[in-house]
């Protein structure tokens, strides 16, 4: 079961993005909720995480800038992006894992995120 990514678009340096992930809907299992990215040239690396028991994370290059946050009557994560940075350039990927459930690895499709300075 896929996610499903809204969000993104092209800002310039200093502003402000918003990503939307619509994650799995089940009654059984419940699901830890990651944003990674990969810019050009690199490699898919974390971003922010939330765990199914509301732990968040944060990679040390966004503290204080982004903001990992959810619905759970949604099933929707989202990504708040403030003070952009050329370097944040990006695809952005939602991603879902289940352990208890045994499931891993939910993608989204990715949603790019391009910042100008």
């Known amino acids: 079961q896929a996610q499903v990514q809204s969000g993104g678009g092209s800002v310039e340096a200093g502003g402000s993005l918003r990503l939307s992930c619509i994650g799995p809907?089940?009654?059984?299992?419940?699901?830890?909720m990651y944003w990674y990215r990969q810019g050009p040239g690199k490699e898919r690396e974390f971003v922010s995480g939330?765990?199914?028991?509301?732990?968040?994370r944060h990679a040390d290059s966004v503290k204080g800038r982004f903001t990992i946050s959810s619905d759970n009557a949604k099933n929707t994560i989202y990504l708040q992006m403030n003070s952009l940075k050329a370097e944040d350039t990006a695809m952005y990927y939602c991603?879902?894992?289940?352990?208890?459930?045994?499931?891993?690895?939910?993608w989204g499709q990715g949603t790019q995120v391009t910042v100008s300075s």
């Open positions: 991603k879902a894992d289940s352990p208890g459930c045994r499931v891993w690895d939910l």
């Open positions: 809907n089940s009654t059984y299992c419940t699901y830890a």
């Open positions: 939330i765990d199914s028991r509301g732990g968040i």
